[in-house]
């Protein structure tokens, strides 16, 4: 994991502060990430302005940080935050007008996303670093239309972004370097971990990850192989576990014994070649994807969306605090 130093994007004028300096975030689409994003930042202490183009993107923004202000009072406010340094403003430019900072959470088009982030290029301050929250994009592909491509980066986050602490910096081939390392640093003192991507990879490196899981996982209902249920625990009981302690490439190793991985890949290397993934994703027929919500829905077994909201928050509040992430206790964090 890199995380850099702070210096202005190179192209155009320099950034107009350092990322320590930042005060005001926009926010700009604010469904469950770009609310997410909001939340997050205003725990941390920042004035944030939101916009959204959708007639009840105001109201629905607000409940949704409301939903997750008691998650964020668990792991801590920053002095001076409050959801009444929230600001929904009426029009995008107004909302990134005086912005420091700028995170995109619009739809998954890229068409959309081209035509937007040409947009905020075109409003926001000079040398403003604005970063989307795509899964997977690339920015090369989606910074074709901006006047100043140097200064528009990817910053992927995780759901939710206030309690995930990781997130994926990277440019295209027109971003600035600079940009890239403003980014990072900015996310890394408004509390997030950072990897910085020294180039585009498809996926970035944990969505490439959880795609080839949520493939194999999508090709066993589709095959009736696992239940949605089935799929589920079989990573909740299992491998989830160590997941939150230990990536899989340090649990594997431990696979090995006194041996460690080198014992692991002698071991278990040549399995590798065995047909254990079907590597191609299923069709999303009409029956596969009636059979996953269906599945979800008895999964849920009655808990709204709103219930498993809470569920997920404190547990990976649990999590956090039994990994060391978060201090266990008043004491502990005093100290
Ligand atoms: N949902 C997830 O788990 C994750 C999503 N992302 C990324 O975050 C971005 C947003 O995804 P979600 O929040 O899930 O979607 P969402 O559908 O919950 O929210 C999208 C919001 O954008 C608004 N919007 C529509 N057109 C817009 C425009 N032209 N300009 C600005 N806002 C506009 C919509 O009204 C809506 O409120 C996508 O790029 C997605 O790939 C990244 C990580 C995780
Ligand atoms: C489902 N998703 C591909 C949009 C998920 C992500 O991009 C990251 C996450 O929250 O797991």
């Given at each position: 994991m890199t995380v850099t130093p702070s210096p202005a994007p190179?192209?155009?004028?320099?950034?107009?502060?350092?990322p320590e300096d930042v005060r005001r975030v926009a926010c700009v689409g604010a469904g469950v990430i770009g609310g997410g994003w909001a939340a997050h930042f205003l725990a941390r202490g920042y004035d944030v302005t939101a916009w959204d183009p959708a007639p009840d993107a105001a109201d629905r923004l607000r409940r949704l940080v409301a939903a997750a202000w008691p998650a964020l009072e668990q792991l801590g406010l920053a002095?001076?935050?409050?959801?009444?340094r929230l600001t929904v403003t009426a029009t995008l430019e107004e909302a990134v007008a005086e912005a420091q900072f700028v995170q995109e959470s619009a739809p998954e088009k890229l068409e959309l996303k081209r035509d937007l982030l040409a947009r905020l290029d075109a409003a926001t301050p000079a040398g403003t670093v604005i970063a989307s929250s795509t899964s997977g994009y690339p920015m090369t592909d989606m910074q074709?239309?901006?006047?100043?491509?140097?200064r528009l980066v990817v910053g992927h986050p995780f759901n939710p972004p206030y309690l995930i602490p990781l997130v994926e910096v990277v440019g295209g081939d027109r971003t600035a370097p600079a940009a890239v390392e403003w980014a990072s640093r900015f996310y890394a003192v408004a509390g997030k971990s950072v990897i910085t991507m020294d180039r585009e990879v498809p996926g970035f490196i944990a969505n490439r990850l959880q795609e080839a899981l949520w493939r194999e996982a999508l090709h066993m209902v589709a095959n009736g192989e696992a239940t949605v249920q089935e799929i589920d625990a079989s990573i909740t009981e299992g491998p989830g576990l160590r997941w939150a302690v230990m990536g899989p490439m340090l649990t594997f190793a431990l696979a090995g014994?006194?041996?460690?991985m080198a014992h692991m890949l002698d071991h278990?290397?040549?399995?590798?070649?065995?047909?254990?993934?079907?590597?191609e994703a299923p069709e999303l027929d009409r029956a596969l994807y009636e059979a996953v919500v269906a599945g979800c829905e008895e999964a849920a077994d009655g808990r709204s969306i709103a219930d498993l909201v809470a569920e997920r928050d404190r547990g990976v509040i649990d999590v956090l605090r039994a990994t060391g992430?978060?201090?266990?206790?008043a004491e502990e964090a005093a100290r």
């Open positions: 190179t192209d155009g004028p320099a950034a107009p502060c350092a002095d001076g935050a409050s959801q009444d074709t239309e901006a006047a100043a491509p140097g014994g006194e041996g460690g278990f290397g040549p399995s590798l070649k065995s047909p254990w993934t079907r590597l992430r978060l201090p266990r206790s």
